[in-house]
């Protein structure tokens, strides 16, 4: 069975909605799951759900706090979330899941775990509600300043994410620009879509903030700084028609019975525009599952969380990004002459270029065998 | 009366729809409108509406395509945009509005107006729906590569925007970024933001995309790529959104039933969800008055820009950039001692730095005299 590390004392509703989640994910997920953090607190929760010979608890004795310096964090040996990383190096656990300080959760996993061969950086990818299947927003916050060969990683990588877990065939993909010629974008966002264009992914050129939840695209590339603030866009908008509209549904009588009336349409809806259905972002790239489930995460959003980590284990994610990245053209259902499909390889392998000896943003950790 | 130029021949509906949003501005906003453009159709048009009395027609041989380039449509000298920017400049309209080519509407506009004093770069200023009087996002989609002092003008631009024509007092200002806490950014974003902190404006700090819309927030300022993923995601979400509220609301008849009792409501609700009702958006930081409405403008759309132009010139806001940048303090309601009040004042003009001699993206032309 699949076993995933809880990290109990991350995010703002911590251990309280963490542990609710993990036994709603161990109770309907076929997953076992582990908390990792401080004893006492967590088996009170537990006990609350009469949960305490469902889950082991993993001892940790310290806390990474929201706001600490991923520095800070790495000094901290035997906080909840180190603890769950070290047990995803030992093979102790197939994946792990933490709501807490996102930066932590990076700069950890990369001391940890280290990176997959051949992937400088790892990103965060996000999948948002749409009309299909979801899309995948790839780099979601991550890695602020990119170069043209880290968009290019995200674009192969959301791919393979969008194939195998999303089960969506030759997925499409582009990069989130201001408009969709060719001229428009940044330097950054120009050189890589010339790259991509030369490439074997489905790509389909510039996409803008509008294209997103349309089915036009199924996987954005962009920078972590721009991910965010579509993202986080996406979240606020959200809200602010769905608080509109249940204003308008509470002015008058008859109003409000139209709403007793479609409340059951209404709520599937919701659930449809629900971000915490949709659970867990992977910080995908690292040498390992590593599941980031929002700060505000309840129960249900971690329980999703742990069902992202479960599915990113089951689909080999991370075998497909380091291994199989020709599998990408396969599955696009064409049958290719040996020659070509050699040629085609090779061009994907040069898309992810080698990182240059001493870079700054290099991980100091060698690559771990996989 | 206040005198609007509209360039009939720009926009993916034009002539018809822009002829019909003139005739309506025309007829309930108490401003004279003129139509740039082609003789015939323009005034087939009008005669659909009866309204050939009530409009007059500027000739203009011409058409900016949505297509091409700046510097190509520099070259055509009869186009209905650059005629309508010579009558601005001219003197014989108080205001432009056009839904065209938006990059063409800046690069004209800069060739024939020029910049107000001090002002580098015209930035487009969008007013997107909120809870409370609506929130300004700068840039929306002129500058893709900023430098600080942009920003920083931008922020000025901005707060002077949303207090005199929004009627916001003392408008919070916030920089668009990836997270609240001061590291997060990129290196444009801090250099900015350290500025602003040391300045007179109301600045909040970084907000993110979950902010906008809430009231948190009454002036985001960004870099114009930024700001147009920002406004294409919002647009994108609710477009969305609605698509999903609708498919529940026709599924089954309790629904349906539901839909029609609460219909008044809902209708309040989508007027102001409908970016349409924002009408266009300003230019600001031309020598001029000229308004950008959304390509896939209909009637309403080109009303409430010519609107937006009409408040534009009433409320003075060029006079207010171009002279008065001190009122951001005095309409705070503080008493300050005139010696504290040189100081701020003087640290404002400090913000609005004077570009350098020679610099790339410099305007050619001189600042016309105001």
Known sequence: MTRIAVDAMGGDRAPGAVVQGAVLAARELGVEVALVGQQAPIEAELARHSA???????????????????????????????????????????????????????????FVLGNLPSVDRPAILAVVPSIGKGTVIIDAGANVECKPRHLIQFAVMGSIYAEQVLGISRPKVGILSNGEEEAKGTELTRAASEQLRAGALNYIGYVEGRDIGTGNVDVVVCDGFVGNVALKTMEGTAFFIMKVLKESFQSGLPSRL?????????????????????????????????????????????????????????????????????????????????????????????????????????????????
Chains 1, 2 share one sequence.
Not at 347 to 369: A, L, Q, S, Y
């Open 52 to 110: 305490k010979s469902l889950i082991e608890v993993i001892s940790a004795s310290e806390v990474v706090e929201m706001c600490e310096s991923p520095s800070a964090t790495l000094r901290k040996k035997d906080s909840s979330m180190r603890v769950a990383y070290d047990w995803m190096k030992q093979g102790k656990v197939d994946g792990i899941v933490s709501a807490g300080n996102s930066g932590a959760m990076m700069a950890i996993g990369m």
């Open 258 to 370: 139209g709403y007793l009336l479609s409340g059951r349409s209404l709520r599937q809806a919701y659930a449809r525009l629900d971000y915490a259905e949709y659970g867990g972002a992977p910080l995908l790239g690292l040498n390992g599952v590593a599941i980031i489930a929002h700060g505000g995460s309840g129960p249900k959003a971690i329980k999703n969380a742990i069902r992202v980590a479960r599915d990113t284990v089951a689909h080999n994610v991370n075998r497909h990004i380091s291994e199989d990245l020709g599998k990408i053209v396969e599955s696009s259902g064409e049958k290719l002459p040996k020659k070509v499909w050699q040629q085609i390889k090779s061009r994907i392998e040069n898309f992810i270029e080698k990182p240059e000896p001493g870079e700054k943003d290099r991980n100091t950790k060698g690559d771990r065998e996989s």
